[in-house]
């Protein structure tokens, strides 16, 4: 892998990161470079592709960051205040396909492009859940800020590969192939549902794709500095198939479209993507084809969620058939787009009343509706547990009989081994889903791959022997079972469930009980435990609200991102959208009059959305808080609203989203024909309560889009009291800092609506307030109206407007009366109940309260009319790609790192010798005068070496680039070139022996010499061990001399990283084993053999 690794390199002032290749397989470094934000919050860093030969690495103002190459960057990610990149420390190959090599990532670290803070934090060994310490809180006297992100990708389940798209299953690839498609194009071709890290490399992949050319592009891609990584199981097996070598694999791919852990995501979203979906290829290879077999599985493409503390699987359905029919079909078009045909095999259970049955209800009717597809959409219901616990396993042949039509329809995908050429594609999937897509769904699968793969042999008279047939059936079914574990295990936490019967084909005791302990585990994880992982996994997903804006300065970009602003209209339109927004405090009241005067408005008869807020819908006493059922009071209002907005000639509102803090509830409805309009629905509660204690008082958000424009409801109760103002303050900050979503903060929407019981009151005496309602004195009132005052200050609601207020106070009335307070109490009227807004495009054409008696409090009601924007993506393309072409023009790119002195003069002019190798590789460098070398030598690429009949595992690139340590003296003339890709007769060339320093410097950390030489000059020998670094090394601080001088017999078995062997001991070597061999002319050959280890 070293052609793939690169070397990290540091400066201080600024600090400055540089990541370039291991080898010259690349000329392109990764340069980044933290500059002044000028006096701003912002943290900012440049970043370039830049040249490698171009940067000066020489002095001390780069060094070493790592001992050791690693594996590239996963991208870049801010945590608090900082900004970091992530690289690939550890990786261990686990499979090799189609001849490229694949990757595990063991181990990842991060470090600041910012400052030097985290550079010498230690990290734990790489992470496993087996681990007992997995889930243990690191210690020290530093805690990494990316620690639950370096967790997150440390646990085995990330898997890369350099030179293959890993993303898209073999059939994808080889079309592509057909097609005339680059193979290499990994950057261009990969799958966006299946890259982890898409949002970490989004910055470095824009530059790549505005900035460079295609042949920078192509270099870079090969350099092995950027890293695609998905998340699921790849695992590789060995065997034979009647006395043939053949390698079977298993890739499974989990989307990270709706990621997320096992109780906090489920079923699906607006965009159609939905939970814990894995496409799951089974491979098989030999010298006649190569076979792959597609099934997917997913959550049920319904709206539902599991919510609170989880020991009964019971299921919330959070919006109806109607509002998700819409993005059930998104769903299966974009499986038809991506697989052609789909056959549902439902697992759940299908009991009267169970939450099972429930969900398989709701999934049966929103495939029937999608009646144009029905010639590409089937499915069949298999009650997995009913039908296993009363006949067993064995009736499992019961499924495989109802998907054998489908399974021969759909074929599989099979190509010639020698040509490459495709024979078959598969033509459809097996969608399989249970609750959580794991347990059933893997037992399934795993007998659905075997069928198969059991019909292509026999199709093609490949037959097993008998040993054959009973070792492949443990060696099948132990992938299967890893491939189970894992996505379990990625999920949920644990291994799966039923993977003994996986595993050995039979159920045993010793199964059940594992089953059981791996049951009691997944409650205390999902409970307690997954909100951590969730975070991390937002994270890495670019879906957190509460972090900086990074910007990773490109002043290309920049100019871009301002000239796209300022031309929005050229590439966008907009359209009209109605919206009723309504609050009402109704005081523990569910029934009483019409809801028909509060709702309707004779400014619009159907608006595209209704906003409800409820507040108070249980008495606010600990009585009613033990014994009310909140669920069910909000069901029972959800009907009650539904209806008054449904009842009438024309109408036709779904439930888009009903949300409820205890007391409090949000009802969102949309009109039936605009659903399609509504998109990326989230929630979020706060609590403000008894300091966050209690939900007597909190708020609630939902966020959505509307067309392109994004959107924030919020529903609040806040601080009672006529003196409480700093209360509701505080709540109201409380509630506006506390309520987050994915993706954005609250106030990064386009539009935002607050409306509730505020409970800010006038400040002024009750009989004023009340002397001046009744001589319609509104506006005086308004004037000591305590939010309007607190408005005005900044103290809350700051930028919010609120529409004129002609109708009287809305509290507080005696219950069933038009009479303001008479209570001993006697309360004075105020405006508490409120609809404030924040943004463009936004106008209020009605501001008015209803009437009903039932409450203390009167309802409000206003109507918006808000200007959406619709942006039209290809439009937007083609405008960018303008842009940054006229820019490009105009050089808006930062400058580069200083570049280096150029070359040497000509070695005619220099003393020569046929003794000493020459480790420059520039065979005519231009001639100019005497100056000191910017670089240490570098040793011959393996192109260049191969040439010669010679191998070498360590590049040039490799060793060009460490720090150089300046030899104690230099003669004239005595300077090397930078280093160079070109290949030619290195060995012929003719060097200045006078150059060659009479002592090494025993400082390089991948190359030490031989203390004991044939010829005249000698040298000495690395330092020795170290227990406070890695492999006891001590850590160098400079390069090893500019030439390098070998001769046969000598004893290195004191170079702990290069062992030159032909006789020596080589015990002392952990990283390269190599041998040696005569050459002519009296000198000893270079490494004839090597490797450097993973």
Same mark, same amino acid.
């Given at each position: 892998?070293?052609?793939?690794?690169?070397?990290?390199?540091?400066?201080?002032?600024?600090?400055?990161?540089?990541?370039?290749?291991?080898?010259?397989?690349?000329?392109?470094?990764?340069?980044?470079?933290?500059?002044?934000?000028?006096?701003?919050?912002?943290?900012?860093?440049?970043?370039?592709?830049?040249?490698?030969?171009?940067?000066?690495?020489?002095?001390?103002?780069?060094?070493?960051?790592?001992?050791?190459?690693?594996?590239?960057?996963?991208?870049?990610?801010?945590?608090?205040?900082?900004?970091?990149?992530?690289?690939?420390?550890?990786?261990?190959?686990?499979?090799?396909?189609?001849?490229?090599?694949?990757?595990?990532?063991?181990?990842?670290?991060?470090?600041?492009?910012?400052?030097?803070?985290?550079?010498?934090?230690?990290?734990?060994?790489?992470?496993?859940?087996?681990?007992?310490?997995?889930?243990?809180?690191?210690?020290?006297?530093?805690?990494?800020?990316?620690?639950?992100?370096?967790?997150?990708?440390?646990?085995?389940?990330?898997?890369?590969?350099?030179?293959?798209?890993?993303?898209?299953?073999?059939?994808?690839?080889?079309?592509?192939?057909?097609?005339?498609?680059?193979?290499?194009?990994?950057?261009?071709?990969?799958?966006?549902?299946?890259?982890?890290?898409?949002?970490?490399?989004?910055?470095?992949?824009?530059?790549?794709?505005?900035?460079?050319?295609?042949?920078?592009?192509?270099?870079?891609?090969?350099?092995?500095?950027?890293?695609?990584?998905?998340?699921?199981?790849?695992?590789?097996?060995?065997?034979?198939?009647?006395?043939?070598?053949?390698?079977?694999?298993?890739?499974?791919?989990?989307?990270?479209?709706?990621?997320?852990?096992?109780?906090?995501?489920?079923?699906?979203?607006?965009?159609?993507?939905?939970?814990?979906?894995?496409?799951?290829?089974?491979?098989?290879?030999?010298?006649?084809?190569?076979?792959?077999?597609?099934?997917?599985?997913?959550?049920?493409?319904?709206?539902?969620?599991?919510?609170?503390?989880?020991?009964?699987?019971?299921?919330?359905?959070?919006?109806?058939?109607?509002?998700?029919?819409?993005?059930?079909?998104?769903?299966?078009?974009?499986?038809?787009?991506?697989?052609?045909?789909?056959?549902?095999?439902?697992?759940?259970?299908?009991?009267?009343?169970?939450?099972?049955?429930?969900?398989?209800?709701?999934?049966?009717?929103?495939?029937?509706?999608?009646?144009?597809?029905?010639?590409?959409?089937?499915?069949?219901?298999?009650?997995?547990?009913?039908?296993?616990?009363? /006949?067993?396993?064995?009736? +499992? $042949?019961?499924?495989? &009989?109802?998907?054998? *039509?489908?399974?021969? =329809? #759909?074929?599989?995908?099979?190509?010639?081994?020698?040509?490459?050429?495709?024979?078959?594609?598969?033509?459809?999937?097996?969608?399989?889903?249970?609750?959580?897509?794991?347990?059933?769904?893997?037992?399934?699968?795993?007998?659905?791959?075997?069928?198969?793969?059991?019909?292509?042999?026999?199709?093609?008279?490949?037959?097993?022997?008998?040993?054959?047939?009973?070792?492949?059936?443990?060696?099948?079914?132990?992938?299967?079972? /890893?491939?189970?574990?894992? +996505? $379990?295990?990625?999920? &949920?936490?644990?291994? *799966?469930?039923?993977? =003994? #019967?996986?595993?050995?084909?039979?159920?045993?005791?010793?199964?059940?009980?594992?089953?059981?302990?791996?049951?009691?585990?997944?409650?205390?994880?999902?409970?307690?435990?997954?909100?951590?992982?969730?975070?991390?996994?937002?994270?890495?997903?670019?879906?957190?609200?509460?972090?900086?804006?990074?910007?990773?300065?490109?002043?290309?970009?920049?100019?871009?991102?301002?000239?796209?602003?300022?031309?929005?209209?050229?590439?966008?339109?907009?359209?009209?959208?109605?919206?009723?927004?309504?609050?009402?405090?109704?005081?523990?009241?569910?029934?009483?009059?019409?809801?028909?005067?509060?709702?309707?408005?004779?400014?619009?008869?159907?608006?595209?959305?209704?906003?409800?807020?409820?507040?108070?819908?249980?008495?606010?006493?600990?009585?009613?808080?033990?014994?009310?059922?909140?669920?069910?009071?909000?069901?029972?209002?959800?009907?009650?609203?539904?209806?008054?907005?449904?009842?009438?000639?024309?109408?036709?509102?779904?439930?888009?989203?009903?949300?409820?803090?205890?007391?409090?509830?949000?009802?969102?409805?949309?009109?039936?024909?605009?659903?399609?309009?509504?998109?990326?629905?989230?929630?979020?509660?706060?609590?403000?309560?008894?300091?966050?204690?209690?939900?007597?008082?909190?708020?609630?958000?939902?966020?959505?889009?509307?067309?392109?424009?994004?959107?924030?409801?919020?529903?609040?109760?806040?601080?009672?009291?006529?003196?409480?103002?700093?209360?509701?303050?505080?709540?109201?900050?409380?509630?506006?800092?506390?309520?987050?979503?994915?993706?954005?903060?609250?106030?990064?929407?386009?539009?935002?609506?607050?409306?509730?019981?505020?409970?800010?009151?006038?400040?002024?005496?009750?009989?004023?307030?009340?002397?001046?309602?009744?001589?319609?004195?509104?506006?005086?009132?308004?004037?000591?109206?305590?939010?309007?005052?607190?408005?005005?200050?900044?103290?809350?609601?700051?930028?919010?407007?609120?529409?004129?207020?002609?109708?009287?106070?809305?509290?507080?009335?005696?219950?069933?009366?038009?009479?303001?307070?008479?209570?001993?109490?006697?309360?004075?009227?105020?405006?508490?109940?409120?609809?404030?807004?924040?943004?463009?495009?936004?106008?209020?054409?009605?501001?008015?309260?209803?009437?009903?008696?039932?409450?203390?409090?009167?309802?409000?009601?206003?109507?918006?009319?808000?200007?959406?924007?619709?942006?039209?993506?290809?439009?937007?393309?083609?405008?960018?790609?303008?842009?940054?072409?006229?820019?490009?023009?105009?050089?808006?790119?930062?400058?580069?790192?200083?570049?280096?002195?150029?070359?040497?003069?000509?070695?005619?002019?220099?003393?020569?010798?046929?003794?000493?190798?020459?480790?420059?590789?520039?065979?005519?460098?231009?001639?100019?005068?005497?100056?000191?070398?910017?670089?240490?030598?570098?040793?011959?690429?393996?192109?260049?070496?191969?040439?010669?009949?010679?191998?070498?595992?360590?590049?040039?690139?490799?060793?060009?680039?460490?720090?150089?340590?300046?030899?104690?003296?230099?003669?004239?003339?005595?300077?090397?070139?930078?280093?160079?890709?070109?290949?030619?007769?290195?060995?012929?060339?003719?060097?200045?022996?006078?150059?060659?320093?009479?002592?090494?410097?025993?400082?390089?950390?991948?190359?030490?010499?031989?203390?004991?030489?044939?010829?005249?000059?000698?040298?000495?020998?690395?330092?020795?061990?170290?227990?406070?670094?890695?492999?006891?090394?001590?850590?160098?601080?400079?390069?090893?001399?500019?030439?390098?001088?070998?001769?046969?017999?000598?004893?290195?078995?004191?170079?702990?990283?290069?062992?030159?062997?032909?006789?020596?001991?080589?015990?002392?070597?952990?990283?390269?084993?190599?041998?040696?061999?005569?050459?002519?002319?009296?000198?000893?050959?270079?490494?004839?053999?090597?490797?450097?280890?993973?």
């Amino acid at each position: 892998m070293t052609d793939r690794q690169c070397i990290v390199f540091v400066q201080a002032n600024p600090r400055t990161l540089v990541l370039r290749p291991a080898v010259n397989l690349s000329k392109t470094a990764l340069v980044f470079e933290a500059i002044d934000p000028g006096g701003t919050r912002a943290i900012r860093s440049t970043a370039r592709f830049q040249p490698s030969d171009t940067i000066d690495l020489s002095g001390q103002q780069f060094s070493l960051l790592l001992q050791r190459p690693v594996y590239g960057t996963i991208g870049l990610v801010q945590v608090e205040n900082d900004l970091f990149i992530g690289v690939v420390t550890e990786a261990v190959k686990i499979a090799e396909l189609e001849d490229a090599p694949i990757y595990r990532i063991q181990k990842v670290n991060f470090y600041s492009l910012i400052s030097d803070r985290y550079d010498a934090v230690e990290q734990p060994d790489p992470l496993r859940p087996t681990n007992p310490t997995y889930l243990e809180e690191p210690t020290g006297p530093t805690i990494h800020p990316c620690q639950a992100l370096i967790k997150l990708i440390s646990t085995g389940s990330f898997y890369f590969s350099p030179t293959m798209d890993l993303t898209r299953s073999a059939q994808r690839r080889a079309l592509d192939v057909q097609q005339g498609a680059s193979a290499m194009n990994i950057f261009e071709k990969a799958d966006a549902h299946f890259v982890w890290n898409k949002h970490l490399l989004s910055g470095l992949l824009q530059i790549r794709d505005q900035e460079l050319s295609a042949t920078e592009r192509e270099d870079l891609d090969h350099g092995g500095l950027l890293v695609l990584a998905i998340q699921g199981y790849v695992g590789q097996v060995n065997f034979t198939i009647g006395g043939q070598p053949c390698r079977m694999a298993l890739v499974s791919r989990l989307s990270c479209k709706r990621a997320g852990t096992r109780l906090l995501s489920r079923g699906v979203n607006d965009d159609g993507h939905v939970s814990n979906f894995v496409e799951t290829e089974f491979l098989l290879y030999n010298k006649f084809f190569t076979f792959s077999f597609v099934q997917v599985r997913g959550s049920v493409p319904v709206f539902w969620e599991q919510t609170g503390i989880q020991m009964t699987h019971k299921v919330t359905i959070s919006r109806g058939a109607e509002s998700a029919a819409p993005a059930t079909r998104k769903h299966f078009e974009e499986l038809i787009t991506r697989y052609n045909k789909i056959h549902v095999a439902n697992l759940l259970g299908q009991k009267d009343g169970s939450s099972e049955q429930v969900l398989s209800e709701l999934f049966r009717q929103g495939v029937a509706k999608m009646t144009d597809l029905s010639d590409i959409v089937a499915y069949t219901e298999f009650d997995f547990h009913a039908i296993v616990k009363r /006949d067993g396993y064995e009736q +499992l $042949s019961q499924l495989v &009989a109802m998907m054998r *039509a489908p399974l021969e =329809s #759909y074929s599989y995908f099979l190509a010639d081994g020698q040509s490459g050429s495709i024979v078959f594609t598969q033509q459809g999937v097996i969608r399989t889903n249970c609750l959580d897509c794991l347990d059933r769904t893997n037992v399934v699968q795993t007998r659905l791959a075997r069928h198969a793969l059991d019909t292509q042999l026999t199709q093609f008279d490949q037959h097993f022997t008998l040993l054959e047939a009973e070792n492949f059936a443990a060696v099948f079914n132990g992938l299967w079972a /890893d491939n189970g574990d894992w +996505l $379990s295990k990625i999920y &949920a936490g644990t291994g *799966a469930l039923k993977s =003994s #019967y996986t595993r050995k084909g039979k159920s045993t005791m010793l199964g059940f009980l594992d089953d059981a302990v791996k049951s009691a585990n997944r409650f205390y994880i999902n409970n307690f435990q997954d909100k951590t992982r969730q975070e991390a996994i937002d994270l890495l997903l670019g879906k957190l609200a509460n972090s900086e804006n990074v910007l990773l300065r490109n002043p290309l970009h920049e100019a871009v991102t301002r000239d796209m602003r300022s031309r929005l209209a050229e590439y966008s339109s907009s359209t009209g959208v109605t919206m009723v927004v309504g609050t009402w405090n109704v005081n523990g009241k569910v029934k009483g009059d019409s809801l028909d005067q509060w709702l309707r408005s004779d400014k619009v008869e159907f608006p595209h959305i209704y906003a409800i807020g409820i507040q108070e819908l249980i008495e606010l006493n600990p009585g009613a808080y033990i014994s009310a059922d909140t669920n069910r009071l909000r069901l029972d209002w959800e009907a009650t609203l539904a209806r008054a907005i449904n009842d009438r000639p024309g109408a036709s509102y779904v439930v888009l989203r009903s949300l409820h803090l205890v007391a409090l509830g949000m009802f969102v409805f949309v009109r039936a024909d605009s659903v399609n309009l509504v998109r990326h629905v989230e929630s979020s509660v706060k609590k403000t309560g008894l300091g966050g204690m209690a939900a007597n008082k909190g708020g609630i958000g939902i966020s959505f889009s509307v067309n392109d424009t994004s959107v924030a409801l919020v529903t609040a109760h806040l601080a009672a009291g006529q003196n409480a103002v700093e209360d509701r303050n505080r709540d109201y900050w409380t509630i506006h800092n506390g309520l987050t979503f994915k993706g954005r903060r609250l106030a990064e929407h386009d539009m935002i609506f607050w409306f509730g019981d505020f409970n800010y009151r006038v400040n002024l005496s009750n009989e004023e307030v009340r002397a001046r309602v009744k001589s319609r004195e509104l506006d005086f009132l308004y004037l000591n109206d305590q939010l309007n005052e607190q408005r005005a200050a900044g103290a809350a609601f700051d930028g919010f407007q609120e529409g004129g207020i002609r109708f009287d106070p809305t509290y507080k009335y005696d219950n069933g009366t038009t009479i303001y307070d008479t209570s001993e109490k006697a309360r004075a009227p105020a405006w508490t109940d409120r609809i404030l807004y924040r943004g463009r495009r936004i106008e209020q054409r009605e501001y008015a309260r209803g009437e009903s008696l039932i409450s203390d409090h009167r309802p409000v009601r206003a109507v918006f009319d808000l200007q959406t924007v619709i942006i039209d993506r290809e439009k937007q393309d083609i405008l960018q790609k303008q842009i940054y072409q006229e820019k490009m023009a105009t050089k808006h790119i930062p400058p580069p790192l200083p570049v280096r002195a150029q070359g040497p003069p000509k070695l005619s002019e220099q003393p020569t010798t046929s003794l000493l190798i020459d480790l420059a590789e520039d065979p005519d460098p231009p001639q100019q005068k005497s100056f000191l070398p910017s670089t240490p030598p570098f040793i011959p690429s393996k192109a260049t070496i191969h040439s010669a009949g010679v191998q070498s595992s360590i590049d040039s690139a490799f060793r060009d680039s460490f720090p150089p340590a300046r030899p104690e003296s230099f003669p004239p003339r005595s300077n090397l070139p930078p280093p160079s890709s070109k290949t030619f007769s290195w060995w012929n060339r003719e060097v200045d022996e006078a150059f060659i320093p009479r002592e090494g410097n025993d400082k390089n950390p991948f190359y030490a010499f031989p203390p004991k030489q044939t010829a005249t000059t000698s040298y000495t020998a690395m330092a020795g061990r170290s227990p406070t670094l890695p492999n006891g090394y001590s850590r160098p601080a400079a390069t090893p001399p500019n030439f390098l001088l070998v001769s046969s017999g000598s004893d290195s078995k004191h170079n702990p990283f290069t062992n030159t062997n032909s006789g020596s001991d080589s015990k002392h070597n952990p990283f390269i084993n190599t041998n040696t061999q005569s050459i002519p002319n009296g000198g000893s050959a270079l490494p004839r053999t090597g490797q450097l280890l993973d």
